[in-house]
């Protein structure tokens, strides 16, 4: 009876032991559907951080497909649960809301080229399995808005990955193939994936001359998921959706000449991603179920829109005015939509921001005429242009921009809302192109932080990284280990904490109090200086002075001296110098100030200093 | 020759290690459980494991078990299995069978010894394939011996306990290692059973080749990348009171059963396919613990076990699966998995029914919470037979069985997927040696009828049929057989 009692009292245990650290199943409460509700306030109070998901931290080695460490053309593994590992890190740098990279099912890869960007589109309805799932991404949308910190999603209208071919010679199969004769006509090489723009429609033609259009031919590809798109079920009552029928695009081939408005709003985007046929109420509507139920699901708080130059205006007032009501009888109000033309032409980018279209566009004439003009070129004085280049750009803003909020929209007018930035993924990144040049990145960010509109910060710029062009540009974050001891780090930090101190840098209006063409050796070379107050901003004052100039002291004089709107004789303290020095304002309300090469100021009344 | 009932074959198996402590080889298969029912509970004592004999005597012999199905979805299609978790019910699993060559011989002072060989066939089978190769593997090699109360083994073998035969599975202990073992029988009904098993198997996780320039003139030569054999350590208890010590008729019994494990398994370096490079995969451990509650009438073969297992880590994975997901140092650390087990048979004049059930919960030590490697599931199969004279019997078969997923449902994204299937089934049979559950060869006619939930379809490809629909049938024809096997009880 011993040995039965003993036998029983071990299997007692071992059941009770079993029972207590095991609990069901179930979905955690951070990946539950989301009660939708309106998280900001007034987006220019937003430090916006443009997160690539691949590159910015692992943290699950289980969605690691075909990861190759180094290749920074192929996937490296970051993913959604990274990044909400490390909003600590965001959040100490002074960031407050997340720009994420597509999050939908791309085609996995195309010329030996993977699609860890996120922006090669297979189904809109389905998450890319590399970044988590839908659990995962609840969950850092969740975590996000626990430290009031917003995400905003990157979502693409105007094409899809490279989901068919162009059967050009009839043959069945995708080609790349060299045509022409050498003599009657050149010889090209030709890509069935990627043909060139033709206007009457991309082509087939054999020896024997043309055959019309070429089919555009689905592939099915499971291996790489390059399968015909899919929609959601309800959109496709016979099964078959827009998006995955040759009835869905335009099939005129890759864009040649940006220039030619035909070509920009018809042709596919380089690189084989297919033009969708957006004026079609079908594929609207698509676009519209498909983007808004993430927004459904997440609780998103707004988007960014790709390529918003290659689509009709008609789309966006359409698209545009579909969302926000759909989400605002949901208890979403203030959501952000602000689209990416990727074109210095202010008058082109403004577009987008007509009465009824988007609430705000990146501010890509900036990125220009200023970040890369002014700031970038600081080593190369034959390259770099004056500050007065600066105003006269500010100037055309309200000429450029919608002047009124949209109807439903983020309560903020355009001209007010840009988005800025320094550099994106789509470019090479700021200290690439200024060779290095780490103080002008910090002056630049200076500018960045307490200027008009809404700043946006590419990832890695805390960390001084430098790449080139795509896909340089896409480095790999979690190498730096995510030091926040770093001096551009730490900077981005102070910034972004003045801005979230003093509503005059948020919100103020912008008045520039002195600008220079010099860029040389004269005194004043490279200042600028401009005022934020007004406007929003109740009574605070901010004046943000600046030297871009990189080889010597430069002094806010010229002839007439730099007249400000502080109060004579009061005294401005310095808030970007932590030894907080103050400078008194001359009774004629001018100031007489010397910047070090590439420093800044930003002053405030001392009456007003936070401590 | 085969004994005629589970109690004597019971008998001559406790005989040996005791209540399978060393189990005999039963059918065993790969993680999926191809293989055939070992018996279900011990047995009244036998006698002495071998009795002295005064001359060499050897002898061969040669058992098999098997199974061979042929089915119809109803649809002009192949009759597919459905289940949705880990041990379902068996009654449309696939073709499998075993043949074995043994050498038995008892030696001068007592001693005796067995060699055994076992090859298993896998589906499909040539006349269905039409593809002469034909999957086989090597099961058991190996070689026993016992001498007064104990029994050393060695070689390639099946080591595994008690089963539940309609979920094909051994809840408790199933090992098919290459390895050694001992048992000792301290007393009549007591047995102390331990065994040290290694296995590598052939895939990124524990073996990898790579090629390098050969050291002597042109050319490549493999070399071992990566080497990482899991070794498996297990101990059992068995403790057996019978002979009327807790139950009048001296025939019924109770076992209590304590087991566990280790697994251990070493760093190594693995070269990633895609960009040659080599990456670290870390040093790691599990172990397990269980116990099996078993009870017997000594009537026929009427039963019923009770299994508790809890394992972690590496542990949690059987031998012949190795893991897919890991936390993120590539490690098992934080897998866990619990179950608790039942199976049992009763029989009385011309009924009998067999059952078996089972919950289990396994976590994976990815660190999200939400993968499709964290599930609950489990399962309830009941076959009531009625025998009609001494060869014919009709059996009836319901059971249930779901897994709940930690992966978001695609239209209840709050809740978790969870996977069901009610299944019904009849299975008219003949049996050529008489009535019994475990009597064998039977020749069957099987329908079953699958009712799947949504939940279940949205296991697969959108364009697999399963995704689409909610009913499937499953007509056909299924023989097994056992005899003379030493992996059979």
């Known amino acids: ?611 | 020759m085969m004994p005629t009932s589970v109690a004597v074959r019971g008998a001559l198996a406790f005989a040996l290690f005791s209540a399978r402590a060393l189990a005999d080889d039963a059918p065993a298969a790969p993680a999926e459980a191809l293989s055939a029912p070992a018996a279900a509970a011990p047995s009244p004592p036998a006698a002495p494991a071998v009795a002295p004999s005064v001359a060499d005597a050897g002898r061969f012999e040669f058992g098999s078990y098997g199974r061979v199905r042929i089915a119809s979805d109803l649809r002009g299609g192949v009759g597919r299995t459905v289940n949705v978790v880990a041990n379902g019910t068996r009654i449309d699993e696939d073709s499998y069978a075993e043949l074995e060559l043994r050498r038995e011989d008892t030696w001068k002072g007592g001693a005796t010894t067995k060699v055994v060989a076992t090859l298993a066939l896998f589906s499909p089978f040539f006349h269905f394939s039409g593809r002469p190769e034909q999957q086989l593997a090597v099961r058991n090699l190996f070689v026993q011996g016992s001498v007064g109360s104990l029994t050393l083994w060695g070689g390639s073998r099946m080591y595994r306990g008690d089963d539940i035969y309609l979920l094909n599975w051994w809840p408790l202990d199933n090992q098919n290692t290459l390895g050694g073992g001992a048992a000792y029988a301290i007393g009549p009904d007591t047995t102390l059973a331990a065994h040290v098993g290694m296995q590598r198997l052939d895939n990124a996780y524990q073996s990898q080749q790579v090629l390098a320039v050969a050291p002597f003139g042109s050319g490549t030569v493999a070399v071992q990348q990566l080497d990482r054999p899991r070794t498996i350590e297990s101990v059992k208890f068995t403790q057996l009171v019978r002979n009327g010590r807790l139950f009048q008729d001296p025939k019924a019994g109770f076992k209590w059963v304590l087991y566990a494990e280790a697994h251990q398994i070493s760093a190594g370096v693995a070269r990633d396919a895609l960009t040659a490079q080599d990456r670290g995969l870390p040093q790691d451990y599990g172990f397990l613990a269980g116990a099996q509650l078993g009870i017997w009438s000594g009537e026929r073969d009427t039963h019923l076990n009770l299994f508790l297992r809890h394992a972690r880590g590496l542990a949690a994975y059987d031998p012949l699966a190795a893991p897919q997901t890991f936390a993120n140092d590539k490690s098992t650390m934080g897998t866990t998995e619990s179950l608790i087990a039942l199976g049992g048979n009763y029989e009385k004049e011309a009924f009998g029914i067999v059952g078996g059930a089972y919950l289990r919960a396994f976590r994976d030590g990815d660190p999200s919470a939400t993968t499709t490697q964290k599930f609950d599931e489990g399962t309830v199969v009941l076959r009531p037979q009625v025998y009609l004279g001494q060869h014919w019997g009709v059996g009836g078969e319901a059971s249930f069985q779901a897994r709940r997923l930690a992966v978001p449902d695609p239209e209840q994204t709050s809740q978790p997927l969870t996977a069901s299937l009610w299944r019904f089934g009849v299975m008219p049979y003949f049996s050529p040696a008489g009535r019994g559950t475990f009597k064998r060869p039977q020749l069957r006619l099987v329908y079953v009828a699958t009712l799947r939930s949504r939940g279940a379809q949205e296991l697969y490809a959108a364009q697999d049929v399963f995704a689409q629909r909610s009913v499937e049938h499953f007509l056909g024809l299924n023989v097994e057989w056992w005899f003379n096997s030493s992996s059979q009880p």
């Open chain 1, 1 to 611: 009876m011993r040995v039965l009692v003993l036998g029983l009292g071990a299997i007692a245990a071992l059941a009770v032991v079993a029972t207590h650290t095991t609990a069901c199943v179930q979905i955690p409460d951070q990946g539950k559907q989301p009660a939708l509700a309106t998280h900001v306030v007034d987006w220019r109070d937003e430090v916006i951080y443009q997160v690539l998901i691949d590159r910015f931290a692992d943290g699950n080695i289980n969605n690691n497909f075909g990861v190759r460490p180094g290749a920074l053309a192929r996937h490296q593994g970051g993913d959604w649960r990274g990044l909400e590992d490390h909003l600590g890190y965001l959040q100490e740098m002074g960031v407050t809301t997340l720009w994420i990279s597509p999050i939908v099912k791309n085609v996995e890869t195309d010329a030996d080229v993977d699609s860890y960007h996120g922006y090669w589109a297979q189904d809109l309805t389905q998450l890319n399995p590399h970044f988590g799932d839908l659990a995962s991404l609840r969950s850092l949308v969740a975590s996000a808005h626990d430290r009031n910190m917003k995400v905003v999603l990157d979502i693409v209208t105007n094409h899809m990955g490279q989901a068919f071919y162009y059967d050009m010679n009839l043959n069945g199969h995708p080609d790349i193939y060299i045509g022409g004769t050498g003599t009657t006509s050149p010889l090209t090489r030709v890509s069935e994936y990627d043909p060139d723009w033709d206007a009457r429609g991309v082509q087939a033609q054999t020896s024997l001359g043309l055959d019309g259009r070429a089919p555009m031919i689905f592939i099915d590809d499971p291996a790489i998921n390059r399968v015909p798109p899919g929609c959601i079920d309800t959109l496709s009552p016979d099964g078959r959706c827009i998006l995955g029928s040759p009835r869905g695009y335009h099939g005129f081939g890759r864009i040649l000449n940006y220039d030619d408005d035909k070509q920009r709003m018809l042709g596919d985007f380089p690189g084989g991603l297919k033009d969708v046929a957006t004026e079609l109420d079908e594929v609207r509507q698509v676009m519209i179920d498909s983007y808004a139920r993430w927004v459904e699901l997440l609780d998103l708080d707004g988007f960014r829109i790709d390529t918003v130059k290659h689509v009709e205006h008609e789309f966006w007032q359409v698209f545009s005015k579909a969302v926000r009501q759909r989400l605002a009888a949901q208890g979403k109000a203030n959501f952000l939509m602000f689209g990416e033309a990727f074109d210095g032409n202010d008058e082109l980018l403004g577009s987008f921001t007509r009465p009824g279209e988007l609430d705000s566009v990146f501010y890509f004439s900036q990125h220009f005429q200023v970040f890369r003009d002014v700031f970038q070129n600081a080593h190369d004085v034959k390259a770099q242009k004056g500050t007065s280049q600066i105003k006269t750009l500010w100037e055309s803003r309200a000429k450029s921009y919608g002047s009124a909020p949209q109807e439903n929209g983020i309560g903020v007018a355009p001209t007010k809302a840009l988005v800025n930035f320094l550099d994106n993924h789509d470019v090479s990144r700021f200290l690439f192109e200024a060779q290095g040049d780490v103080p002008a990145l910090r002056n630049a960010l200076t500018l960045l932080l307490t200027e008009d509109g809404i700043p946006c910060v590419y990832y890695g710029t805390e960390q001084d990284f430098a790449g080139g062009n795509d896909p340089a540009n896409r480095e790999v974050l979690w190498t730096t280990g995510f030091a926040t001891t770093g001096d551009t780090f730490r900077h981005v930090s102070k910034l972004a904490g003045l801005r979230r101190d003093y509503v005059a840098l948020r919100r103020g209006d912008t008045k520039v109090v002195y600008a220079t063409d010099h860029v040389g050796d004269e005194s004043d070379a490279g200042v600028f200086a401009f005022e934020r107050a007004a406007g929003d901003a109740g009574a605070s004052y901010a004046l943000v002075v600046m030297n871009t100039n990189a080889r010597h002291k430069s002094t806010t004089s010229d002839a007439s001296g730099m007249k400000v709107n502080a109060a004579a004789g009061s005294s401005l303290v310095d808030v970007l110098d932590p030894a907080r020095t103050a400078y008194a304002v001359g009774s004629d309300q001018t100031l007489r100030l010397t910047l070090g090469a590439q420093s800044a100021m930003v002053l405030v009344p001392s009456g007003q200093v936070v401590h």
